[in-house]
């Protein structure tokens, strides 16, 4: 009696325990951590091609403008909360930031231009005429035209296809500190291996958006997931459905763009391990 007690009692610390974790457990569980979703900026139509300037703490994104279809690139400062458009841009899209130099680089229908921060507005370069699709920059300033995706890259004032992808066609593109170049088309995922010249085929997700850290790690987004990637392999950092793009903040945190939102993932430090999903049976 006393024993059956005793396991009763047993089973019900136990049984509060789970409960207790399953509730910390309950957000977006990223590297075995719990993680809150907070809500950056609401009512923005299916925001894409995130980019975060470190230097200003300033996320820039297009999202789709409800006075007709058109695309219109915006900006929100993540510390002050303050929100705008950018202006002087047609059909702003593409949204790249230099790395080196913080400048801010924008893709619309007719080409390329900068932003001048203090007036978050944009004036247009010479690299390129051609409708922009999307915009990376690591030491020169790579991007891809609408509808042809072609893969170009403008360097030392000159405006040519990227070599490396040729005659191969390329929607999204991302270029990494050993200057590997990832691409995006319809045959999948591609990874250019600048130390062999080699190109291999690493996946066949529905790659949405290139990103990368502030260490220049490479990051995708697809429709469910964020990933990283390095040299030839793929990893799943995290699962969520309905993702337009994603960036990540100097901290490490997944900035993600939903539906009519952007959203980032708040670790709440809890530990969410596989041991519990054991115990809990
Ligand atoms: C995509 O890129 C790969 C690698 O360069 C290439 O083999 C393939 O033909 C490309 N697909 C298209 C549709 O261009």
């Known amino acids: 009696m006393k024993l059956l007690i005793l396991l009763g009692l047993v089973a019900l610390t136990k049984a509060r325990v789970i409960a207790d974790d399953n509730e ?35 996320l820039y994104f297009s999202y789709t403008a409800t006075d007709g279809s058109v695309f219109r690139s915006a900006y ?12 002087g841009i047609r059909g702003g899209f593409a949204n790249a930031v230099d790395p080196k130099t ?6 619309g229908s007719d080409g390329i231009y900068v932003v001048n921060e203090n007036s978050q507005t944009a004036v247009k370069t010479d690299i390129t005429d051609l409708n922009i699709w999307q915009v990376f920059v690591k030491d020169d300033v790579y991007f891809t035209s609408y509808p042809d995706e072609n893969a170009y890259v403008y360097k030392d004032g000159e405006t040519k296809i990227v070599p490396e992808i040729g005659d191969a066609k390329a929607m999204l593109l991302a270029v990494d500190k050993n200057h590997d170049i ?7 995922v591609f990874h250019y291996n600048k130390a062999d ?8 997700n529905t790659v949405n958006g ?3 850290d502030s260490n220049d790690n490479i990051f995708f987004s697809t429709p469910t997931g964020v990933y990283s990637v390095k040299d030839n392999s793929v990893t799943k950092v995290v699962g969520i459905n309905n993702i337009y793009g994603a960036a990540i903040a100097a901290d490490g945190s997944i900035i993600y763009a939903a539906d009519n939102s952007i959203v980032k993932l708040k670790s709440t430090g809890h530990e969410c391990s596989t041991e519990l999903e054991v115990l809990h049976l």
């Open 76 to 87: 929100i400062n993540l510390k002050t909360n303050e929100f705008g458009t950018i202006k």
């Open 102 to 107: 913080h400048k801010i680089y924008i893709g």
């Open 182 to 188: 990832y691409y995006y088309n319809s045959s999948g």
């Open 210 to 212: 290139f990103t990368h």
């Open 24 to 58: 910390n457990c309950n957000g977006v569980i990223v590297n075995g951590i719990n993680h809150e979703k907070q809500i950056l900026k609401e009512n923005v139509d299916k925001p894409y091609q995130l980019a975060l300037d470190y230097d200003t703490n300033t």
């Open 197 to 204: 010249g080699t190109t291999k085929n690493i996946g066949d």
